[in-house]
């Protein structure tokens, strides 16, 4: 595969185009863990966009996306703590039926800031979303006691109703305006407007101003089941 637009964070050339997250090889049935403490805003299965999959408002505009879930323990609205278990890794989306069983069971985690989808591994030049900077580890849950608060995302009801309206396709139009609360539709906007971004006419701004890119996150699995990574 020819890539023009994608690089992954060392430089190099293992990643593709229009893949918008990171995938972390694990069994079916591992135990998914909140990355950051924060609130579901969305609970859904797309079979086209990741399969079954939870969405977490961290704020700052700062979400979390675990795809292709079999099994979900949380739902829209529920607060969630770090390291706490929002469902189990699966094999959930097309792209399961349609390359099984030559592609391996895996998580698809999703970061995006600002409603844009954004890389959590970063350049010498960038900011990590990690707290480890590029060798993120799970949430340790022994370690020292730390200020981990957090307040919901403002989004901005201005740039959501823009958003709506510049939707081209007049059912998804409708759907996305009859979504409450306000974080409900900011979350199926940030999603869409990413994965199908040819459904807009111009690109939605979800937050009145952008929040800065911060080191919050942590790997969202368990330490019990963690054996180790290699990128």
């Known amino acids: 595969m020819r890539v023009r637009d994608s690089r992954d964070w060392r430089g190099g050339r293992h990643t593709c185009d229009g893949h918008l997250g990171t ?6 049935g591992t135990p998914v863990v909140a990355a950051a403490p924060g609130m579901v805003v969305r609970v859904s299965l797309e079979m086209d966009m990741g ?7 961290h704020g700052r505009a700062l979400l979390t996306t675990s795809n292709h879930l ?3 323990a949380v739902g829209e609205g529920d607060v969630v703590a770090r390291g706490q278990v929002i469902g189990w890794s699966g094999c959930s989306g097309i792209e399961f039926l349609l390359f099984s069983p030559w592609l391996a069971p895996h998580l698809h985690f999703n970061t995006w800031c600002n409603g844009e989808v954004r ?3 970063a350049r010498p030049d960038e900011t990590s979303l ?6 993120p580890v799970p949430y340790d849950p022994t ?3 730390r200020r981990d608060g957090w307040e919901p995302t403002p ?9 709506i309206e510049a939707c081209r396709d007049p059912r998804r139009r409708d759907r996305l305006g009859a979504l409450a609360p306000r974080w409900r539709q900011a979350a199926a906007l940030a999603l869409l407007a990413n994965y199908r971004p040819g459904l807009f006419a111009r690109r939605p701004v979800l937050v009145a101003e952008p929040f800065p890119v911060e080191p919050r996150l942590d790997l969202p699995f368990r330490g019990a089941e963690y054996r180790g990574a290699r990128w």
């Open 143 to 145: 370690e020292p006691p």
């Open 51 to 57: 399969g079954r999959k939870v969405c977490i408002d």
């Open 119 to 121: 890389d959590p591994f």
């Open 70 to 72: 079999a099994r979900v």
């Open 23 to 28: 995938d972390f090889a694990c069994p079916v």
């Open 130 to 135: 990690w707290r480890r900077r590029n060798d």
């Open 155 to 163: 989004w901005d009801p201005a740039g959501i109703d823009a958003a």
